[in-house]
């Protein structure tokens, strides 16, 4: 078995590339690009490729097994095609092929979600279970199903789209076109809109404290305004966290896991959301599952997705 792995998470605002050491999972050196303001095909592209060539500077190339990408956006996995990834202005994107003709070594693609519970399953806090859901709270809210040990990808290879359950038929409008998303209620951004939709209209926070202009709320942000008691910040995080614990339940009836994995920035940072999310989820869960369920936050924070694809080889499809 050779020793190392790359693992790439290629995020909306990021670009983390990593080399892994295949026998401990431990990230051993990593680059992070932004991609903030930079996106296309082409800019993505020659950004990995350099981050790459960064990495393995020096390095011996009979020692590295694959490269493993995981992609925000729907992809072909066994092509090795991003199909599109809005955030990135992505599409049909042939990663496998020109990272494989540039490097010489096998490429393996999958989604984001999916590399960060496959990272949480072999290293992190999904380490003793084989039926699990990771879901992940950021700009969205993502998630992936661990069934018998296997990520399940679906018909399509979309399965785990908790983000986009309907929660209110006749709700707000959701980024996908769709009305009543979770993700239009639950994510950071749908409580950051919330937040600045209420300053506008003359309420005030200690929120003001920390918000510079033309900077958006972050969750830090929004985890010192709670630890002042913020009343405009608490009411917001609640409602999010009536919505999130809802959907959760939902899937605990639906699916009947051992155990949610909740990470993100917001279940990081705000420990208040995590708590009250998880209390009210199993409150709200049937009985019976409701019994059983047990929840962790994600354990290896930013680099679950980084350590996951790292071992994306290892994926039967
Ligand atoms: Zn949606």
């Keep these: 078995m050779k020793k190392y792995s790359i693992g790439i998470d290629l995020g909306g605002t990021k670009i983390l590339i990593a080399l892994i050491d295949r026998e401990s999972g431990k990230v051993l050196e990593y680059v992070k690009k932004k991609t ?3 996106k296309g095909s082409k800019k993505i592209t020659k950004k990995m490729i350099e981050g790459i060539e960064e990495l393995l500077e020096g390095k011996n190339l009979d020692e590295i097994s694959s490269v493993g990408v995981g992609a925000a956006g729907q992809t072909d996995r066994k092509n090795g095609i991003i ?6 202005d992505c599409y049909n994107l042939n990663i496998k ?3 494989s003709e540039h490097f010489n070594i096998p490429v393996f693609l999958g989604n984001d979600v999916e590399i960060a519970a496959i990272g949480e399953q072999k290293f992190g806090a999904g380490k003793d279970c084989d039926d699990f859901v990771c879901i992940f709270v ?6 992936a199903i661990v069934k018998e040990g296997k990520v399940i990808l679906g018909a399509t290879g ?3 789209e908790i983000g986009h359950i309907i929660v209110d038929l006749n709700g707000r409008q959701c980024a996908c076109g769709a009305h009543g998303c979770l993700e239009a209620y639950a994510s950071r951004s749908a409580i950051e809109h919330r937040i600045e939709g209420a300053l506008k209209k003359g309420r005030t926070s200690c929120i003001l404290d920390y918000l510079e202009p033309g900077k958006s709320i972050t969750s830090s942000m929004i985890q010192k305004s ?3 008691d913020d009343e405009l910040v608490l009411q917001y995080v609640t409602e999010a ?15 009947n896991p051992e155990l949610v994995i909740l990470g993100g920035g917001l ?5 208040y959301f995590y708590e009250k999310t998880i209390k009210k989820a199993k409150a709200k869960s049937l009985p019976v599952p409701a019994e059983k369920i047990r929840f962790k936050k994600a354990a290896l924070g930013d680099f679950s997705g980084v350590i996951g694809a790292g071992f994306l080889e290892d994926r039967v499809l």
């Design 83 to 88: 199909i599109a990834a809005a955030n990135l």
């Design 138 to 143: 950021g700009t969205g809210v993502g998630s």
């Design 97 to 99: 092929e020109i990272l």
């Design 36 to 38: 903030k303001k930079e």
């Design 226 to 228: 709670i630890e002042r």
């Design 267 to 271: 279940i990081d940072a705000v420990d």
């Design 241 to 255: 966290s009536e919505y999130l614990s809802g959907g959760i339940a939902s899937i605990i009836n639906f699916i």
């Design 158 to 160: 979309t399965a785990g």
